[in-house]
């Protein structure tokens, strides 16, 4: 979707600053980094990695800058150390704000506080400023929707990753973004050849193999008690529905905040004759999900990932992206509100009926973020790898 032509505040131009005779231009990232989340993470990664093919210098503001340092080969700093990214701020050519979703107050008033008081920063020091490829809101304070506002109106370029975001922020600024979508579409993962149908056996085996579902959950105030133990009722029942073992492959995307839940929520699963139930590492979410035949999750990236290595997907709705991602491929959900009434045989007929889908305009729509980069940094568009 092509934004209409912009004014002010989105000068959608390449920076002034520096105007790139360096050959090596440097970039200043601020996102949900260093926390351990493994979606987070995983844009970083691909972000990392196209901007390092072009020998652009890459710092990140992070919450643990010696990890991140290690694992993406760049310089970091803490993310709350003033001085610190003014020093960073002060030798950039652009300052990067994303991707993720960063402006909203679902999880309290400070992060738009933290993420717009950035960008206001990076103004001051005439830093230009890619506000890139993030889900805007919910926001429902004034005065978050006053700080994204003004936040954004700082930026050069504004490009968000779905039709929703696009909304509030020609809302909150009266000017269109560009519609792009989420950078982990372009993650090289190994894509498996066929999805494994719900209860029926695995061809040239002496044994069936387990039927493997991946479960994604995160802590959110709707999630109580009772619709946890609806979830696990709902899929000890869909074990039983089975002609083949069943296991449960439990998925912490985030590692302090998954795992404990996680781990409350296998209890409700046992006991169950026909399953078992595992704990993924967090540092094997991403190969886990490939080796799973089914991904029932409400983390947004777990259906990503699901997506990109042909698993079977089906979402628990807690925030708009993910049934915009839903109904972006006609695919099936429950809401958190409303797994009271969820139906394992509904579930047990979704999988097996479930269809391969096809992922090439998401992938285009991804690439569009880092050709806004090219631009900004002044890359030659046949330089640009993904």
């Known amino acids: 979707m092509k934004s209409k032509p912009r004014k002010s505040p989105f000068r959608n131009k390449s920076p002034k600053k520096g105007e790139h005779s360096n050959l090596h231009p440097h970039v200043v990232i601020s996102g949900y980094y260093g926390f351990d989340n493994l979606g987070d993470e995983l844009i970083l990664r691909v972000l990392v990695d196209e901007l390092k093919s072009h020998q652009v210098k890459v710092t990140v503001l992070s919450q643990n800058p010696k990890k991140t340092a290690l694992e993406y080969g760049v310089d970091a700093v803490k993310r709350t150390s003033f001085i610190d990214i003014v020093d960073a701020l002060a030798q950039a050519n652009l300052f990067i704000s994303g991707g993720g979703g960063l402006f909203q107050d679902a999880t309290g008033p400070m992060s738009a506080i933290y993420y717009g008081g950035l960008i206001h920063l990076a103004r001051f020091f005439e830093v230009p400023v890619c506000f890139w490829a993030q889900g805007v809101g919910p926001l429902k304070s004034e005065f978050a929707r006053k700080m994204t506002s003004s936040a954004l109106r700082k930026c050069e370029v504004v490009t968000v990753r779905d039709e ?28 498996k050849k066929s999805a494994v149908k719900a209860g029926r056996r695995k061809k040239d085996t002496p044994q069936a193999s387990p039927w493997r579902v991946g479960i994604s959950l995160r802590p959110w105030p709707e999630l109580n008690d009772e619709r946890l133990q609806s979830l696990a009722d709902c899929l000890k029942q869909l074990a039983c529905q089975q002609e083949r073992p069943v296991e ?139």
């Open 164 to 191: 929703g975001s696009a909304a509030l922020v020609e809302v909150l600024t009266g000017e269109e973004p560009e519609i792009t979508a989420d950078p982990v579409w372009l993650l090289n993962v190994p894509r």
């Open 248 to 386: 449960f492959v439990l998925l912490p995307f985030q590692k302090q905040e998954d795992t404990h839940l996680l781990e409350g929520f296998a209890k409700r699963l046992t006991p169950c004759p026909n399953a078992s139930t595992v704990m993924a590492s967090p540092e094997t979410v991403l190969e886990t999900v490939g080796e799973c035949d089914a991904i029932i999750g409400m983390r947004f990236h777990s259906l990503i990932l699901g997506l990109l290595q042909n698993v079977p997907i089906y979402g628990l709705v807690y925030d708009p992206k993910v049934a915009a991602l839903l109904d972006m491929f006609n695919l099936q959900g429950a809401r958190i509100a409303e797994l009271e009434q969820i139906d394992a045989l509904k579930i047990h007929e979704y999988f097996n009926s479930y269809s391969s889908v096809d992922l090439r305009p998401m992938k285009q729509q991804s690439r569009r973020n880092f050709r806004i980069l090219k631009r900004l940094l002044a890359i030659p568009e046949a330089e640009l790898v993904l």
